[in-house]
């Protein structure tokens, strides 16, 4: 379905009410409330500013709480600023304030549109979607629409992590970090602030004045300060939240572009380090992959993994030809584990011996780790993960492949528990160990850089003893 703006000869100037209603969206006397349909009404179709209680508690963003996903959709039928007129129209406890609204526009939680753009966005320009506010004075006029993510996912382990430590090289265009796990790569849809690319960036621009722990919360908490070329950093590839490891960083569009050329061109090669509690196959693994079907319910979809068929001729060696190999809603999956050696009780992280070996010497006689390195061929979403679950050795942690679990501040549960998504509390072991990116074969057709025929390597991975 195409969108476009009315013309001249539309009536542009409709009842703001029922306009939100067919957007499927909100003004200050009805609002949509999600995640789920439900629509609350109050009594009057009028604008009228909600009276707070001096007693509500009010909505802090630090110290971090875990606190349900809540977005709120508001058209407003008046004009002001966003600091002023948001904590009039969104109701609930804890209660939103200026001084909340200022921490939500500084973590990057609240969008704004001069019109309530449709539900479905397919087809509708960037242009003329809602953008995401770094003022909270903007002013705002009647009409207007506005999306507040009234409790975002927050990254605690952004807080802890002295970010300048943790650059492994850098260049003119580029740097290349080790990040630890817990940690988003890029900005979220609710949190602009709590992620690498930011943080790495606030710590490169500060130099020998960084503090760790000072600015990133003053970032968080104040917004990013006047825009350098080092802020933000462009995002080029990415981890899982929970995976730790090397990535890349560029520091203009122009080396992004040349990142991703050499990513097509499979210039770009990466070794991975993970711990199982069964030892894998070594040797090349070799599956079909697809998403899971949806089912409509509560448990998050998986990439299933189908071993090849007869017919099926195995891989050749030959890492481009594996992208002419074709099955109707199939995409072939290739790995080669390269190493697989056990992982000793007094190797182990605290976190991961007390939760895999426990406390007696006879749960250590009968329990075992294994550490492995996996060279990837074709870097599917979840392929590590989901193919080792699919040899029977899912990773330590991966409670959504069936490994044990590893979540910070709770207890490990048995592989037999419902699947669900990790989050920023889950340890996962899986690290990107090292990335190679080889020097171009034409050096006419891409004139080399210094990156070129170097390899990066991520330090000891977390789950070892320090």
Same mark, same amino acid.
């Given at each position: *379905?195409?969108?476009?703006?009315?013309?001249?000869?539309?009536?542009?100037?409709?009842?703001?009410? +029922?306009?939100?209603?067919?957007?499927?969206?909100?003004?200050?006397?009805?609002?949509?409330?999600?995640?789920?349909?439900?629509?609350?009404?109050?009594?009057?179709?009028?604008?009228?500013?909600?009276?707070?209680?001096?007693?509500?508690?009010?909505? @802090?963003?630090?110290?971090?709480?875990?606190?349900?996903?809540?977005?709120?959709?508001?058209?407003?039928?008046?004009?002001?600023?966003?600091?002023?007129?948001?904590?009039?129209?969104?109701?609930?406890?804890?209660?939103? %304030?200026?001084?909340?609204?200022?921490?939500?526009?500084?973590?990057?939680?609240?969008?704004?549109?001069?019109?309530?753009?449709?539900?479905?966005?397919?087809?509708?320009?960037?242009?003329?979607?809602?953008?995401?506010?770094?003022?909270?004075?903007?002013?705002?006029?009647?009409?207007?629409?506005?999306?507040?993510?009234?409790?975002?996912?927050?990254?605690?382990?952004?807080?802890?992590?002295?970010?300048?430590? $943790?650059?492994?090289?850098?260049?003119?265009?580029?740097?290349?970090?080790?990040?630890?796990?817990?940690? +988003?790569?890029?900005?979220?849809?609710?949190?602009?602030?709590?992620?690498?690319?930011?943080?790495?960036?606030?710590?490169?621009?500060?130099?020998?004045?960084?503090?760790?722990?000072?600015?990133?919360?003053?970032?968080?908490?104040?917004?990013?300060?006047?825009?350098?070329?080092?802020?933000?950093?462009?995002?080029?590839?990415?981890?899982?939240?929970?995976?730790?490891?090397?990535? *890349?960083?560029?520091?203009?569009?122009?080396?992004?572009?040349?990142?991703?050329?050499?990513?097509?061109?499979?210039?770009?090669?990466?070794?991975?380090?993970?711990?199982?509690?069964?030892?894998?196959?070594?040797?090349?693994?070799?599956?079909?992959?697809?998403?899971?079907?949806?089912?409509?319910?509560?448990?998050?979809?998986?990439?299933? *993994?189908?071993?090849?068929?007869?017919?099926?001729?195995?891989?050749?060696?030959?890492?481009?030809?594996?992208?002419?190999?074709?099955?109707?809603?199939?995409?072939?999956?290739?790995?080669?584990?390269?190493?697989?050696?056990?992982?000793?009780?007094?190797?182990?992280? %605290?976190?991961?011996?007390?939760?895999?070996?426990?406390?007696?010497?006879?749960?250590?006689?009968?329990?075992?780790?294994?550490?492995?390195?996996?060279?990837?061929?074709?870097? @599917?979403?979840?392929?590590?993960?989901?193919?080792?679950?699919?040899?029977?050795?899912?990773?330590?942690?991966?409670?959504?492949?069936?490994?044990?679990?590893? $979540?910070?501040?709770?207890?490990?549960?048995?592989?037999?528990?419902?699947?669900?998504?990790?989050?920023?509390?889950?340890?996962?072991?899986?690290?990107?160990?090292? *990335?190679?990116?080889?020097?171009?074969?034409?050096?006419?057709?891409?004139?080399?850089?210094?990156?070129?025929? $170097?390899?990066?390597?991520?330090?000891?991975?977390?789950?070892? $003893?320090?």
């Amino acid at each position: *379905m195409s969108w476009r703006l009315p013309d001249k000869r539309e009536k542009v100037q409709r009842n703001t009410s +029922s306009r939100a209603r067919a957007a499927g969206m909100a003004t200050a006397s009805l609002r949509c409330v999600r995640p789920g349909s439900a629509v609350r009404r109050v009594a009057s179709s009028s604008w009228r500013p909600r009276a707070a209680s001096s007693s509500e508690r009010p909505l @802090r963003l630090h110290p971090p709480s875990k606190l349900p996903p809540r977005v709120e959709h508001v058209v407003f039928e008046t004009g002001g600023t966003l600091r002023a007129l948001l904590p009039q129209v969104i109701p609930g406890s804890p209660r939103v %304030d200026e001084t909340a609204v200022r921490q939500l526009v500084a973590i990057g939680a609240v969008y704004y549109a001069e019109r309530p753009p449709p539900r479905d966005l397919a087809g509708v320009p960037r242009a003329f979607r809602a953008k995401r506010v770094r003022d909270p004075d903007q002013e705002v006029r009647p009409g207007s629409y506005c999306r507040v993510h009234v409790h975002p996912k927050r990254f605690p382990e952004a807080r802890a992590v002295d970010w300048l430590a $943790r650059v492994v090289d850098s260049g003119e265009d580029w740097v290349v970090v080790d990040k630890p796990p817990g940690v +988003s790569v890029n900005p979220t849809v609710d949190n602009a602030a709590e992620c690498a690319s930011a943080l790495v960036a606030r710590a490169l621009r500060g130099g020998a004045s960084y503090s760790p722990v000072t600015d990133a919360e003053d970032f968080i908490y104040n917004g990013p300060p006047r825009r350098t070329k080092l802020d933000p950093l462009v995002v080029v590839h990415r981890l899982d939240v929970a995976t730790s490891g090397v990535v *890349m960083f560029a520091r203009d569009r122009a080396f992004a572009s040349r990142f991703h050329d050499a990513l097509r061109r499979r210039r770009v090669r990466k070794t991975y380090r993970c711990v199982t509690q069964s030892p894998p196959p070594l040797g090349a693994l070799e599956h079909w992959t697809r998403r899971e079907a949806a089912t409509g319910g509560s448990s998050p979809r998986r990439h299933e *993994m189908f071993p090849l068929r007869p017919e099926d001729a195995p891989w050749s060696g030959d890492a481009e030809a594996l992208e002419t190999v074709e099955r109707e809603g199939f995409k072939r999956c290739v790995l080669r584990v390269t190493r697989v050696q056990p992982l000793a009780r007094g190797d182990a992280a %605290d976190e991961v011996a007390e939760k895999t070996f426990g406390a007696t010497s006879r749960t250590a006689e009968t329990l075992s780790l294994f550490e492995c390195e996996v060279e990837l061929v074709t870097g @599917r979403t979840h392929q590590i993960r989901a193919q080792f679950a699919a040899v029977g050795a899912p990773l330590l942690g991966d409670v959504l492949y069936g490994g044990a679990s590893l $979540r910070v501040g709770g207890e490990a549960r048995a592989s037999s528990g419902a699947p669900r998504a990790l989050d920023e509390n889950d340890r996962l072991c899986l690290q990107s160990a090292a *990335m190679t990116v080889d020097a171009a074969e034409d050096p006419t057709a891409s004139p080399p850089h210094e990156t070129d025929g $170097r390899t990066f390597e991520a330090g000891k991975p977390w789950w070892r $003893r320090a």
